[in-house]
């Protein structure tokens, strides 16, 4: 028997492994050799059969040329909407897989300040939340003559709704992975008379989304985090079946016309949720997610939950003790309020910790301030893979490996 990492011992973990009913979905995965990939949260990892998909398409293109759009291409909004609906709770045709999240937040807000009553006109973002939600809440305003407020983080939703059209929220919190009860804010926001955009970008695929079920009218995410459709995949957005009539959404271009091969002069919006679409989209990103999508209708979403949780605490249970003697801040929320993440906090050193980390092939990453993240993926996470990663962890700071300089300089992306 080995020591373990505070007392939990790899022959323990690699037990766990074996009775893991996910354990078969890593091999769907193509990973790079070495390394233990904990970032899943920003960029999820490349599903095999992408490489395959995206290949078929390549020849589709070559050999069909534009005759591909009708085999395919031009309906993948809607068909991968449907395949999507399923793992976010939502009904067929209630999604639409498009643009991305930032111009998706545009559109609803569009779309539903113009039918809000005329004493509501203001538009609420979450302090805190990811900068992008609350930027294109700032643009939309600047040409809408609407006021943008933000909710002070840690602020009781219902004290700010005075006047308010339309919040945006995050169900988990891209920083701390707090998870919001949607259910129960969405009653409240309705019951104020104001409508609510809930952001999956952090929970889409990394828990189960009960979009219906909580009442929620509206919702935006990507899919290039926890459902691996690659980079730059094309984002969604939700609208409930009986909101989907009301009019426009600002960016109503060609491919949301009720009619797009009409070419009227005078728009016209589609009468379903095609009308969210805007225009030409890339065929080979579609094409990478819906073979990822292909995994996704496998998934057991309850037991993705149980594997999530035990993965995030097997983690802080293997560095606790560490945590408690290097000043390290575990500020992961507890199980039923996390999303599927952990997020220590090391204000000096959390920068170069992450680095010393990257450098061994543990790759998490590092938010201002101080912020250490790490994402936990069931689908191709071991329980032996995240051992291993807290093993590097442990390593990594006891030696002060992070203190070599090489892991103090900046790069552009982080
Ligand atoms: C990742 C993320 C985004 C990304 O927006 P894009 O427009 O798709 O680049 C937006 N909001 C949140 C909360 C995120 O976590």
């Known amino acids: ?228 459709g690659g980079p730059g995949a094309p984002a969604f957005l939700y609208v409930h079946q009986r909101v989907q009539d009301g009019g426009w959404q600002p960016l109503s271009g060609w491919h949301g016309h009720a009619a797009p091969f009409a070419f009227d002069a005078d728009y016209a919006p589609a009468s379903d949720i095609s009308r969210f679409r805007t225009g030409t989209h890339s065929a080979l990103a579609y094409t990478a997610l819906e073979a990822s999508l292909a995994l996704w209708s496998e998934v057991d979403m309850q037991a993705l939950r149980e594997k999530s949780l035990a993965l995030t605490d097997l983690f802080r249970d293997c560095l606790s003790d560490l945590f408690n003697t290097h000043g390290i801040e575990d500020i992961t929320p507890s199980a039923n309020q996390r999303g599927s993440q952990v997020s220590l906090i090391d204000g000096e050193n959390g920068y170069a910790i992450v680095q010393a980390l990257i450098a061994r092939g543990v790759i998490g990453d590092y938010r201002e301030p101080g912020l250490m993240r790490f994402g936990f993926t069931p689908l191709y996470l071991s329980f032996e893979d995240v051992w291993q990663a807290a093993r590097h962890f442990r390593e990594v700071v006891e030696s002060g490996e992070f203190k070599d300089p090489q892991f103090h300089v900046r790069g552009a992306v982080t």
């Open 1 to 228: 028997m080995t020591q373990g990492l505070n007392g939990i011992t790899l022959e323990s973990v690699q037990e766990r492994d074996q009775k893991d009913p996910l354990a078969g979905f890593k091999a769907h995965f193509s990973l790079p050799e070495g390394v233990l990939y904990l970032d899943g949260n920003s960029l999820g990892a490349q599903p095999t059969a992408a490489r395959q998909a995206v290949n078929a398409t390549l020849d589709q293109w070559r050999d069909e040329l534009i005759k591909g759009w009708n085999q395919g291409w031009f309906d993948s909004p809607e068909r991968l909407g449907d395949l999507l609906a399923p793992v976010i709770g939502a009904g067929q045709g209630e999604v639409c897989v498009t643009d991305n999240i930032t111009l998706n937040i545009f559109k609803l807000l569009g779309y539903i300040t113009q039918q809000a009553p005329t004493e509501r006109r203001a538009v609420l973002s979450e302090g805190g939340n990811f900068p992008t939600d609350g930027y294109i809440a700032q643009g939309f305003c600047q040409v809408s003559g609407f006021e943008h407020r933000f909710l002070p983080e840690g602020a009781e939703l219902a004290e700010h709704l005075d006047g308010v059209a339309v919040v945006v929220l995050s169900q988990v919190n891209y920083r701390t992975g707090a998870l919001r009860d949607m259910a129960a804010i969405t009653q409240l926001v309705h019951d104020h008379g104001v409508e609510v955009i809930w952001d999956l970008a952090h929970s889409a695929g990394a828990l189960p989304v009960h979009l219906n079920e909580s009442g929620a009218r509206f919702a935006v995410g990507c899919t290039y985090k926890y459902l691996n």
